[in-house]
């Protein structure tokens, strides 16, 4: 007696599920995820066990790398441009429209005011390089404040709510941190955040 052939039909798996879950995986990620800026030195930053996380809103962050150049970083480009503004008038220092605009571009500055108007002309992609080996001058001018100080000054002066950040290399000397401290201080600046990687305590 011969066998009874069994019609084959093929598979069919409905994938709809599926792409419905990628998606929203995707939008999750997408509207969770914090993007890393590209910041003008690469700094890593001293271990410590603290868990407390620093405050993302409202933050200027003083950046010191390990050769002791210190640079500034704004959370929202626009406070960096009004700020930007205000330090203009103050040194006089003529600024274009198209520069203040490219501030936008930048991610820290760490130049005087003297050179602000030569590293405003740069393309985004080579401010960084340009300002690299410069730093925002922390000495006095004429016995009065730094330009530093006139930065922080000025910041607070237009955001009370503005919250300062020290992120300094673990490799950057002391006395340059604690020159940074000092002169924050002396604005009675006395509450800041230090900004350091976090260590687990070994048992």
Do not use: H
Not at 71 to 77: N, Q, V
Not at 83 to 90: E, K, R
Not at 162 to 185: H, W
């Amino acid at each position: 007696m011969g066998k009874v052939k069994i019609k084959k039909q093929s598979t069919w798996i409905d994938m709809t599920p599926m792409s419905d879950v990628m998606v929203l995986l995707l939008t999750f990620f997408m509207l969770t995820s914090t993007f890393v800026k590209n910041e003008a030195v690469k700094v890593v930053t001293p271990g410590s066990v603290s868990e407390v996380k620093v405050t993302d809103k409202n933050v200027l962050t003083i950046l010191i790398d390990n050769k002791g150049k210190v640079f500034l970083g704004w959370d929202k480009p626009g406070d960096m441009e009004t700020a930007l503004g205000a330090m203009a008038d103050q040194f006089g220092v003529p600024l274009n429209a198209a520069q203040m605009k490219n501030v936008r571009s930048a991610t820290n500055i760490g130049v005087s005011m003297e050179e602000m108007g030569a590293f405003l002309n740069q393309e985004s992609s080579q401010m960084n390089a340009f300002q690299q080996n410069k730093g925002v001058p922390t000495d006095s001018i004429d016995g009065g404040m730094s330009e530093f100080q006139c930065w922080v000054r000025t910041v607070k002066d237009a955001n009370s709510d503005m919250v300062l950040a020290i992120k300094a290399d673990e490799k950057t000397p002391y006395k340059v941190v604690k020159k940074v401290m000092s002169e924050l201080q002396d604005m009675n600046e006395n509450r800041y955040e230090l900004i350091t990687s976090y260590k687990k305590v070994e048992d």
